[in-house]
């Protein structure tokens, strides 16, 4: 699995090995755990956020969830993204 954030200090943070002694540095401390327990054979890039304006939208669209949700069909939110990369 690949994970593209838009974020470049935060993929450049958990790419690294230096330790980060803030709560910053412990959630990526975390978030590396998981990822090398559960995906082995995973990635984590840096993807400009125009470059990726799905996961942009979908970012969006949860900060203003107030609950988890299993999608099992696009989000409205991405609807007219997706056909749009379709064509």
């Known amino acids: 699995m690949d994970f593209e954030l838009d974020?470049?200090?935060?993929?450049d943070s958990f790419k690294?090995?230096?330790?980060d002694h803030t709560k910053?540095?412990?959630?990526?401390?975390?978030?590396?755990?998981?990822?090398s327990r559960f995906y082995?054979?995973?990635s984590v890039k840096f993807v400009r956020r125009q470059a990726n304006e799905v996961a942009h939208q979908l970012?969006?669209?949860?900060?203003?969830?107030?609950?988890f949700h299993i999608l099992i069909e696009p989000h409205f939110c991405i609807e007219h993204?997706?056909?749009?990369?379709?064509?």
């Open 7 to 11: 974020s470049k200090k935060v993929v």
């Open 16 to 19: 690294s090995n230096n330790y």
């Open 24 to 35: 910053f540095g412990s959630i990526l401390k975390d978030c590396k755990s998981l990822v």
């Open 40 to 42: 082995e054979n995973s």
């Open 59 to 67: 970012a969006k669209a949860a900060t203003l969830s107030t609950s």
């Open 81 to 87: 993204i997706l056909s749009n990369e379709m064509l």
